[in-house]
């Protein structure tokens, strides 16, 4: 079975300018989850995404925003882009947790390092 | 809300040696799953060991091992037999009921010297 695929790997960007970026989970898994990765900040999660609604969502301005597609496929959009984020973003799939459910292990993918300059 | 802590930013440990690296964690809910992985510096995040909260029994997978201790909301990380290979850094995690998402420690980066 594939892994978690993300695309790009790597990214530099001008500020201002908008990103997208692209995870593609494992086959089967229907729940999306999004996190940045900073040295200062650490792990934090953007938004988890569950048959292409968005089910939760992490304290980011209105700047990230993200989609899923009826693939399972998810994409994650940063506008006006601002120094601060840049940092590796990553991307997790796991099996349908259900609502409630807290076994579920998530798989990760290696990551887009954006870089803003 | 969910937090996890790591205190040790980064810890030191001689080759063949074990290892234990620390996570409090605090929830409101009965029902949730801890989790352990690693980083390396390629940057992916490898699941290591899991452990439930009804669990009974402190996971095990391996070299590694789970100390669960419910009531401290204690979930260490037990590395035996450090290998040169094992330097990484390591995050705990936790899922509950009230947010299916998983949130993250600060990570603590673990050296091993040979």
């Given at each position: 079975?594939?892994?978690?695929?993300?695309?790009?790997?790597?990214?530099?960007?001008?500020?201002?300018?908008?990103?997208?970026?692209?995870?593609?989970?494992?086959?089967?898994?229907?729940?999306?989850?999004?996190?940045?990765?900073?040295?200062?900040?650490?792990?934090?999660?953007?938004?988890?995404?569950?048959?292409?609604?968005?089910?939760?969502?992490?304290?980011?301005?209105?700047r990230f925003s993200g989609r899923q597609f009826s693939n399972s496929r998810s994409e994650m959009n940063v506008s006006t882009l601002e120094l601060g984020d840049s940092a590796l973003y990553l991307c997790a799939s796991s099996p349908d947790p259900g609502q409630g459910a807290s076994n579920t292990e998530a798989f990760f993918g290696?990551?887009?390092?954006?870089?803003?300059? | 809300?969910?937090?996890?802590?790591?205190?040790?930013?980064?810890?030191?440990?001689?080759?063949?040696?074990?290892?234990?690296?620390?996570?409090?964690?605090?929830?409101?809910?009965?029902?949730?799953?801890?989790?352990?992985?690693?980083?390396?510096?390629?940057?992916?995040?490898?699941?290591?060991?899991?452990?439930?909260?009804?669990?009974?029994?402190?996971?095990?997978?391996?070299?590694?091992?789970?100390?669960?201790?419910?009531?401290?909301?204690?979930?260490?990380?037990?590395?035996?037999?450090?290998?040169?290979?094992?330097?990484?850094?390591?995050?705990?995690?936790?899922?509950?009921?009230?947010?299916?998402?998983?949130?993250?420690?600060?990570?603590?980066?673990?050296?091993?010297?040979?």
């Open positions: 079975k594939a892994g978690v695929t993300q695309t790009p790997r790597y990214l530099i960007k001008t500020r201002g300018q908008q990103v997208t970026l692209s995870c593609s989970p494992i086959s089967g898994h229907r729940s999306v989850s999004w996190y940045q990765q900073t040295p200062g900040q650490g792990l934090q999660f953007l938004f988890e995404y569950f048959s292409e609604t968005q089910r939760n969502k992490g304290n980011f301005p209105g290696q990551g887009t390092r954006l870089t803003v300059v | 809300a969910q937090k996890i802590t790591q205190t040790q930013p980064g810890m030191f440990v001689q080759e063949k040696e074990a290892v234990t690296l620390d996570c409090t964690y605090d929830t409101s809910d009965q029902s949730y799953g801890l989790f352990w992985y690693k980083q390396p510096s390629s940057g992916e995040m490898i699941f290591l060991i899991y452990q439930g909260s009804y669990d009974e029994q402190n996971a095990t997978e391996g070299r590694y091992s789970l100390n669960f201790q419910k009531a401290r909301k204690s979930a260490n990380l037990v590395i035996s037999a450090s290998q040169l290979g094992d330097s990484a850094m390591y995050f705990c995690a936790m899922r509950d009921r009230n947010n299916n998402d998983m949130r993250f420690g600060a990570g603590t980066r673990l050296t091993v010297k040979p």
